[in-house]
Each structure stands twice: as C-alpha cells, then as structure tokens.
C-alpha cells in the first residue's frame, strides 16, 4: 500500500495524497492567518491614527479600521493560496 503524503502515478497521471492536501491546507491557513492579521493590523492602525488626527468619532474610526484591516488581508489569503495550488498542481504534473 502506496503512503497517502505521495504523489501517485495512476494511467491518466499524477494524484494527490489526502496527506499533501492536508499540509496544503494547514499551511494556507497559518500563514493566510498570520499573515492577514499583520497586514491588517498595519493597515487598520494606520486608517484609524489618519482618522483619529482628523478629529473624527471612535465609531467611525473602529469601522474604517476593520474595513481597511479586512481589505489589507484579502491579498495575504490570495498569495497564500496562489502558492499553495500551484504548489500542488506542480507535484501533480511531477515537476517539483
């Protein structure tokens, strides 16, 4: 019996371990996660000291925040799952 962390060769070609797709997934999510929160973090800090400097209420501060730290997040989970499909399809075509 074949591990499941391998890339199998089958007739029609290569496939993916339940393995491999597990660690694709996990790392996806940390880094997406980690990486996400930092961007956002930046991103939400920085809206809110421009807004707080304009004098502007906490209200509207904290939802200018989490708008621009939700939307500085969005390319971390992007490039992080870019790199992980193509991480896989690579194995997949057996070019790693």
Same mark, same amino acid.
């Not at 339940?18 to 880094?31: C, D, H, K, R």
């Not at 400097?53 to 939802?63: E, S, V």
């Given at each position: #019996? ?17 393995? +491999? @797709?597990?660690? %694709?997934? *996990?790392? *996806? ?9 930092? %961007? ?20 509207? #501060?904290? @939802? %200018?925040?989490?708008?621009?730290? *939700? *939307? ?11 790199? +992980? ?12």
């Amino acid at each position: #019996m074949t591990p499941q962390n391998e890339v199998l060769l089958t007739n029609s070609g290569y496939s993916i371990g339940e393995g +491999q @797709i597990a660690l %694709a997934w *996990f790392l *996806f999510v940390v880094v997406a996660t980690i990486g996400g929160a930092v %961007a956002g973090a930046f991103a939400g800090a920085f809206i809110g000291g421009v807004l707080g400097g304009l004098g502007q209420p906490t209200q509207a #501060m904290r @939802i %200018a925040s989490a708008l621009a730290g *939700f *939307f500085a997040g969005l390319p971390v989970s992007w490039l992080t799952f870019r790199w +992980q499909v193509r991480r896989l399809l690579a194995r997949a075509s057996g070019t790693s």
